[in-house]
């Protein structure tokens, strides 16, 4: 319940100190200019798109070859890593078993050397 309690007046103490700090940054935020960041000029923009489009047209049918590949390829690789992980698991699984006995012969034996002290 205590800790309940600190951590609800730590998360309010850190919004009322966010808010003190957008609050006193807005006036500065309001006089800097727009700056428009742009990734590519609209030429290369332009000519990218007529590019795109013009493959499409053209060669409609094989982009959809390399698609059917891409995606055969990425489906292979999926089944590949399934069953890397599944042949994982079942070594995990072998381990955790036979470590599970090896701790019971442990504290067997701990009993029995406890048993023979007393």
């Not at 730590?10 to 003190?20: E, H, K």
């Not at 072998?94 to 050397?113: A, C, G, M, Q």
Request: charged fraction near 35%; charge should be positive.
């Amino acid at each position: 319940m205590n800790f309940n309690f600190i951590a609800l007046i730590a998360l309010l103490m850190s919004l009322a100190g966010l808010s003190v700090m957008i609050i006193r940054r807005i006036p500065e935020l309001r006089e800097s200019p727009e700056v428009e960041i742009r990734l590519f000029k609209k030429e290369t923009r332009k000519r990218i798109r007529e590019k795109t489009r013009e493959i499409f047209k053209n060669n409609s049918s094989s982009i959809e070859v390399m698609l059917h590949k891409f995606l055969s390829k990425i489906r292979i690789l999926s089944l590949k890593t399934d069953k890397r992980v599944s042949e994982w698991i079942t070594t995990l699984r072998k381990r955790s078993v036979e470590r599970k006995f090896e701790l019971d012969s442990y504290w067997k034996e701990i009993k029995t050397s406890i048993g023979k002290k007393n």
